[in-house]
């Protein structure tokens, strides 16, 4: 998962985080997020948080998360803003966002637009300098998690668990939060496994199959599948796609299979495999995961 897509993620989930970053109160807080293609052009502004419909004077804002130093950034950012205007002519006034990881990631070419981002149109943040304060919003906190050092990420990520679970009342928004900050963890420190990040930072009772990283890799092995099914027939198409989605899971769950599990579980008949992807994720080790395999 590329960086930009977490925060989109989170900006999709929690949309009131924009004003958060931005210190800004909307007189109306029904903003809503979206990715917007400009027709006719190679341009897609993937961060549009627009107010609604009948409300004329409140902002559009503009956000463009950049995490990697582009000479001609600038160039693209204000190229998008000014397509997106003359297309669909918006009674708003606008204002754009750039999130950068430090400073030493923009762009120092920025004389064709030094008058806009001197102006109060344009923000830019920094995510290295964000500090929330203890009673910051766990979306804010989430953020700055994103940019925290691997080294130093378990402290905030323990921190931002023990919060969701006793402040969020809301199951499916607690899922959501704890999703995310699964996922984090995850693309922070890939070489540990999935239950190890749970363990480490406290999260016990997440059931997996309503998670979006689930649905994700879900559906990854069903394309998968699917594709296999195309070259050697439905039948075998549904076997491979089942074989895709539990090795993908377990591998997530347990780290790396040695080759006799991973042979063992491609052996499997299609029953056999659709038991296992509805028992998988009892498996609290690799030794109960064996143990099946063992019985059937």
Known sequence: M?????????????????????????VNSNYKFKSVEIKQTAFRLDGVFSPPENDHNSPLFFVEVQFQTDKLFYHRFFSEIFLYLRQF???????????????????????????????????????????????????????????????????????????????????PLQLQLIDLLETIMVYKLPILSREEIQQMIGITDIDLKQTRFYQDVFAEGQQEGKQQGKQEGKQEGKQEEGVSIVLRLLKRQF??????????????????????????LDFKDISELKTWLEDH
């Open 89 to 171: 002519d918006p009674p708003n006034p606008w204002q754009g966002v750039v999130i950068y990881p430090n400073r030493q990631t923009e762009t120092g070419k920025t004389c064709h637009y030094d008058f806009l981002l001197a102006s109060s149109r344009v923000h830019r943040i920094y995510l290295n300098e964000l500090e929330p304060p203890a009673n910051a919003p766990i979306s804010l906190k989430l953020l700055k998690l994103i940019v925290t050092p691997a080294d130093k990420s378990a402290v905030l990520a323990q921190e931002i668990a023990k919060e969701t679970y006793g402040e969020i009342t809301q199951r």
């Open 2 to 26: 590329k960086t930009d897509s977490l925060f989109y993620r989170l900006f999709q989930t929690f949309p009131p985080l924009l004003f958060d970053l931005l210190k800004f109160t909307p």
């Open 255 to 280: 780290g790396s299979l040695d080759s006799a599990i991973e042979t063992r579980i491609r052996g499997l008949k299609l029953s056999v495999i659709e038991m296992l992807v509805d028992q998988l």
